[in-house]
């Protein structure tokens, strides 16, 4: 986890409570996204209700294990101080087909992330707010 002590160098999100959990358990190092109780449908962003079946929703903790889908590389600094290049990417988190995050892909040189990639998540932590980003997955972390 990368701590910040300074003024954030993007901007926070809006946390709700419907969000709460998916910005605040990377506290203890843990990914949450909001799953049905009834079908066990996986939803993010997440929803009170199941478009599925209706159920009710809650956080449900998954592995932070997830393959790059696609990416862009960005050389626009959008808010002062905020380094760049730096790769946006829709990750496929590995719980369920097309569940993804929307993240930043860190710990490895912009040119070298590829669709497929395997990476997993480490969260910027900003005062309660712990962001998911994610990083290769190294070979130790394969087994």
């Known amino acids: 986890m990368t701590e910040t002590s300074h003024a ?3 901007q926070l999100p809006a946390v709700e409570k419907e969000t709460l959990s998916f910005w605040t358990a990377g506290a203890e190092g843990r990914l949450q996204i909001c799953r049905c109780e009834g079908c066990g449908r996986y939803l993010h ?3 009170p209700r199941c478009p599925d079946c209706g159920g009710d929703t809650s956080p449900s903790t998954v592995s932070g294990r997830a393959r790059v889908a696609t990416f862009t590389v960005n050389h626009q600094p959008w808010v002062p ?3 760049v290049p730096f790769v946006f990417a829709a990750v496929e988190l590995v719980e369920q087909p097309e569940l993804y995050v929307f993240t930043n ?3 490895c040189p912009v040119d070298d992330v590829r669709i497929g990639m395997a990476v997993k998540v480490a969260f910027e932590q ?3 707010i712990f962001l998911p980003m994610f990083q290769p997955l190294g070979a ?3 087994s």
């Open 8 to 10: 954030p160098s993007r």
């Open 45 to 47: 962003p997440p929803l």
């Open 81 to 83: 101080g905020l380094a």
């Open 105 to 107: 892909i860190i710990g």
């Open 126 to 128: 900003h005062g309660d």
């Open 140 to 142: 130790a972390d394969a």
